[in-house]
């Protein structure tokens, strides 16, 4: 019984309605006493609110609070970025693996920090800032316009400054637009980065290392390489689907594991065939992940 009326009494005076009220059951047909299952929800809710409002609040002026976070994600992305390109220079790690360790864990760093920015299109335009410079800076050291060595070779497979016109610039346009356009209340942003980075990334690590299996229709390309590929970016995407239901931009579903499920298979599927090899298996699986999340979300 104490413990009812003090959860009344925070109820009355701390507790302010957050969006997901019609949820809660507090219709006038029942008693306007609240009871304590209802008291609870709505406490969980409210502290869920106020710890996503907090973490997208860096500053009070909301303005200056998502320019800082677009300082401190671009702070976080460019530092990861010098230490790729000091093992590059150290010959730390094998170039291709040096160049495939970028790839995965550039754009997923980015994605965690988003939830520093606000949720309108000013924060999604904001923090599309950060990749969007790197298709700049793509274009001018593709272009040769700027001599960067230690970028081209920890972004490149074979350290010719025009493999960033392909491969990286396509990695940075697939991020800024994911972001810019999507934001992170969709989960067709969530998987299209996912398996960009997370799935192509792994493929080519696993291929390389246990790809002697090849696939009948593509030599290039390993058994090995496309399942690592879809099961890396199926369980990316489930871990930022929670990551973002933590904060509230999403709610974690089945259907929509099962949507992610799909498109890191079809993804998969596209990535071995002969086309992506043509082209560029980062604009493929990007395209894939785009069309097929519009179709299943």
């Known amino acids: 019984m104490a413990t009812q009326v003090q959860l009344f009494c925070s109820y009355h005076l701390n507790y302010r309605p957050p969006p997901w009220s019609a949820r809660l059951d507090l219709s006038p047909r029942h008693s306007p006493i609240p009871n304590t299952t209802t008291l609870l929800k709505a406490q969980r809710y409210r502290h869920w609110d106020l710890r996503s ?18 300082g401190l994600s671009a702070a976080i992305a460019l530092s990861l970025l010098r230490i790729w390109q000091e093992t590059a220079k150290r010959r730390i790690f094998d170039q291709k693996l040096n160049r495939k360790l970028v790839h995965i864990s550039i754009g997923l760093v980015f994605m965690l920090c988003w939830p520093l920015f606000s949720s309108g299109r000013r924060g999604a335009i904001l923090a599309s800032l950060t990749p969007g ?25 074979f350290g010719d400054h025009r493999e960033l016109l392909k491969g990286p610039l ?50 290039d390309k390993s058994i090995a390489g496309s399942i690592s590929m879809a099961l890396a970016g199926f369980l990316a995407s489930l871990l930022f689907m929670h990551y973002f239901a933590s904060f509230g931009y999403v709610r ?34 990007t395209v894939t992940s785009l069309l097929v999340g519009s179709l299943v979300f």
């Open 53 to 70: 409002s907090a973490v997208a609040m860096l500053h009070q002026n909301p303005v200056v609070s998502d320019i800082c976070a677009t």
């Open 170 to 219: 396509y990695y940075a346009l697939t991020v800024t637009l994911a972001c810019a356009i999507y934001w992170r209340t969709s989960p067709i942003a969530i998987a299209a980065i996912c398996n960009l980075c997370a799935g192509d990334g792994f493929a080519d690590i696993v291929g390389r290392r246990f790809g002697s299996w090849k696939i009948p229709y593509n030599r």
């Open 133 to 157: 410079v790197n298709i700049f800076r793509m274009l001018i050291l593709g272009l040769g316009i700027w001599k960067d060595e230690a970028t081209v070779k920890s972004m490149s497979r």
């Open 252 to 285: 974690e579903s089945w259907e929509m594991a099962f949507g992610f499920l799909v498109i890191s298979l079809a993804s998969a599927l596209v990535e071995s065939l002969p086309i992506s090899t043509k082209l560029d298996d980062n604009l493929t699986v």
